[in-house]
């Protein structure tokens, strides 16, 4: 399936087109992006609606939080990439996606891919490799230097809800590398551009 895709950041514009993408459900149950963004207490305590203002107002403020895909004019994708400062608990000590080094995590160049969603017509398409890559786009044009990622080796079925976080397979493919292996199926990775 050959599917035209264009790629835009975020912003408070296009706000509506975030909306839609993400439906009545807010993405994956009620989460609107948020889950690290917030620390897991703050999160689980939130209203959706609540979930759903606060991505807006990260939208509304800037500098965007990730970038939108359309096919033929509509919303069809969203990757969250951004400076790690951006998504705190991507940083937290306790996770496996911490930064290789303390300083990384306020780094404005250091950026991190950490989450995609598609809509569920065009998942178990190959689609994410193409996502991806416009990331990795989008990051190189607001001059990162290095992109990490900690995606997950197997999931049973490529429309798996775990595949938000993205497959090791498609990080291979794009030639992000091994760092740090904290825990086994949750690799570290990361592309110097």
């Known amino acids: ?19 839609m993408l993400f439906g009545a459900q807010g993405a994956f149950c009620h989460c609107w992006c948020v889950a690290l963004r917030l620390p897991h207490a703050v999160r689980t305590k939130m209203q959706p609606q609540e979930r759903k203002e606060h991505i807006r107002g990260c939208i509304t403020a800037g500098p965007p939080p990730g970038i939108l895909a359309y096919s033929e004019g509509e919303p069809v ?42 809509t569920s017509k065009l998942r178990g398409k190959g689609l994410s490799h193409r996502l991806l890559s416009g990331a990795v786009e989008y990051a190189r044009l607001m001059g990162a230097r290095f992109v990490d990622a900690c995606p997950i080796d197997h999931v049973k079925q490529s429309k798996s809800v775990t595949l938000c976080i993205g497959s090791t397979a498609i990080f291979d493919a794009a030639g992000f590398g091994v760092v740090e292996r904290r825990k086994d199926g949750r690799p570290l990775m990361r592309l110097e551009l």
């Open 77 to 118: 994708a969203w990757v969250q990439v951004g400076p790690r400062h951006d998504v705190p608990q991507f940083n937290s000590p306790r996770t496996v996606s911490r930064p290789l080094e303390e300083a990384e995590a306020a780094d404005p160049s250091v950026w991190a891919v950490s989450c995609f969603f598609l």
């Open 1 to 19: 399936m050959d599917i035209d895709l264009r790629f835009e950041p975020v912003t408070a514009e296009r706000w509506k087109d975030f909306e």
